[in-house]
């Protein structure tokens, strides 16, 4: 792990996140109080089935959601020690996209069809560095040198629809690097590419955190891509986080039943494109969720408590770093593993 004084601030830390969608007749709630707190050069992974708010929360926390029809709320939102709710708005849309950005899945859509890439990574440097276009030009080389991609002095004129998949992912996690930010959250990048350029692309993420010393926050439904670089999860279920633990502890005794039925329902973690799919059940719709816990209609290890009360997010006794939402969770964690 990047190597930072455990002073220093964390790279985010967010308390009680909650997006309701009020568009249509209903209010549909699709984060519910979600903390999230990634340290500085860590690769923090939130894994979920497909609905599970994870997008949502990274639109939230990339200030992508001040629109109408959705209401956000957060009690603190701090990157980098600098409180973003404090901040005037124009100060904070420039911390969105240098100090924090944001890769997504389809990166060919993210990219500008009409420029070439040399010039949207050197716009970057011109906009917030003020740097000369020669200049930004020289920087948009270097960046494509650092996630490597070959030729870069000419690749540099080339547009986007002349590149590969893979390549254009690779630009984008440029874009995401160019300012040096805090944090980069990447949402389930390398879900539209084959698993030899995925496996390359989670390398890439994972050699600029080292070099760059940013926190990277993966999204994903993959537990074999968790596995591969996390080395924090925080597993989210019907918008809300059900168990935060380091990589190992959570694949080695996982604390909630639904990170137990994800990991039973995986063969082998070493294949790619493991995926959650395979539990029965499916989760509540978001406006479905009652009083107790929104995994109990599917748990296992359900009893009538916990379709009454929901177990509130607290640490695991005697596991530093670990926290769980469970009435159950001490037989989860008791439970002989295979
Ligand atoms: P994930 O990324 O985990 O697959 P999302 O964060 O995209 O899930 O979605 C979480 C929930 O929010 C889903 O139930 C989804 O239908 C709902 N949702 C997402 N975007 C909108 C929107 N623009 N309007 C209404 N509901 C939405
Ligand atoms: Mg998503």
């Not at 070099?211 to 989210?236: K, N, P, Q, S, W």
């Amino acid at each position: 792990m990047a190597g930072s004084p455990e002073t220093a601030p964390p790279a985010l830390e967010l308390r009680d996140l909650t997006v309701t969608f009020t568009g249509a007749a209903h209010e549909s709630p699709a984060v519910r109080g979600v903390d999230l707190v990634i340290r500085r050069g860590e690769t923090f992974v939130l894994l979920g089935e497909s609905g599970s708010g994870k997008s949502v929360t990274a639109r939230a926390v990339m200030g992508l959601l001040d629109q109408p029809g959705v209401r956000v709320g957060m009690t603190s939102a701090l990157l980098g020690g600098r409180d973003l709710l404090a901040m005037p708005e124009r100060e904070r849309r420039l911390l969105r996209g240098s100090a924090m950005t944001l890769v997504f899945q389809d990166a060919l859509s993210a990219l500008n069809p009409v420029l070439s890439v040399g010039d949207q990574i050197g716009e970057l440097f011109r906009v917030h560095r003020g740097l000369s276009r020669g200049a930004a030009r020289a920087e948009a080389v270097r960046l494509l040198e650092l996630v490597g991609i070959p030729a870069a002095a000419e690749r540099v004129r080339a547009y986007p629809h002349q590149l590969s998949g893979g390549m254009r992912q690779r630009i984008l996690i440029a874009m995401a690097v160019a300012l040096e930010p805090d944090l980069l959250i990447a949402d389930e990048p390398t879900t539209a590419l084959d698993v030899t350029v995925q496996a390359q692309v989670l390398r890439l993420l994972d050699r600029l955190r080292r070099e760059l010393g940013t926190a990277v926050l993966l999204i994903t439904h993959d537990l074999g891509v968790a596995a591969e670089i996390a080395d924090r999860v925080a597993v989210m279920y019907a918008g809300r986080i059900v168990e935060t633990a380091p990589v190992e502890e959570l694949y080695d005794r996982p604390a909630h039943p639904y990170t137990e039925a994800l990991l039973s329902a995986i063969p082998d973690l070493e294949r790619p494109a493991a995926d959650l799919r395979s539990i029965p059940g499916a989760p509540p719709a978001p406006g479905a969720v009652g009083a107790g816990c929104a995994f109990a209609p599917r748990c296992p290890r359900a009893t009538a408590l916990c379709a009454e009360l929901r177990p509130e997010l607290g640490e695991v006794p005697g596991m530093p770093g670990r926290t769980v939402a469970c009435h159950h969770a001490k037989e989860a964690l008791d439970a002989v593993r295979d």
